[in-house]
């Protein structure tokens, strides 16, 4: 039976996936050429490093290791800056209903993200108290699709990989969770998340026991 449910942040607890392709979108701009929606689908669950290596050989473009730190930096300023005009209210529809059932049913809760400001995203919605646990880019060493990130949230909460649910937004989360043995539920469209268990559009509509039935 289902003991932990893992959840990515942005794209599943929040929609801060928009406000990374606004960021990465302005670096690419700067740098003479453009990043397209599906581009920036390839980027969803990589680290902020990684991201910036995927981009700049979209655009044919070379950087010193020095420049790609500052470009980074920029990047990230940036986007922390969209982040922070979030309120508890911009937490996605549903997900506080969904972790109040698991909390109810006695099922831990863990957080597996690839990004380094988790906490402070985390505090900016008011989500922490639901959380006891939580593995994020600055505790990783490996990032999706490596199932280090879920692994290490399932050892935190004591529950063996085949008892964990994993909630995920990105291609590579999915493929993480399922290269760690855990079931799979994407969070947006069945043909980009294919390798999911199941997918659903959102938490609106998914309750406590549907997860139960569709994991039976
Ligand atoms: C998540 C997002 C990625 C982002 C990564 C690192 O996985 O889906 O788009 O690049 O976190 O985020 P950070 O906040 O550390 O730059
Ligand atoms: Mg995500």
Known sequence: SIAACLFDLDGVIVDTAK????????????LGFDLTHAQNELLKGI???E???????LGGVKLSEEEKLQRATEKNIRYLALCMQMTPADTLPGVRAFLDELKHHGIRIGLGSA???????????????????????NRTTKGKPDPQVFLMGAADLAASPAQCVVFEDAVAGIQSAKAAGMLAV?????????QADIVIPGFSDFHFQDMEAAFA
């Open 115 to 137: 990004s380094k400001n988790a906490k402070v995203i985390m505090e900016r919605i008011d989500m922490l108290s639901y959380f006891d646990t939580i593995v994020d880019g």
């Open 19 to 30: 406000f990374h392709y606004n960021a990465w979108r302005q670096l690419a701009n700067d």
């Open 51 to 57: 991201s910036l290596e995927i981009i700049l050989a």
């Open 186 to 194: 994407g969070i947006g469209e069945k043909a980009i998340l294919t």
């Open 47 to 49: 680290s902020r490093m």
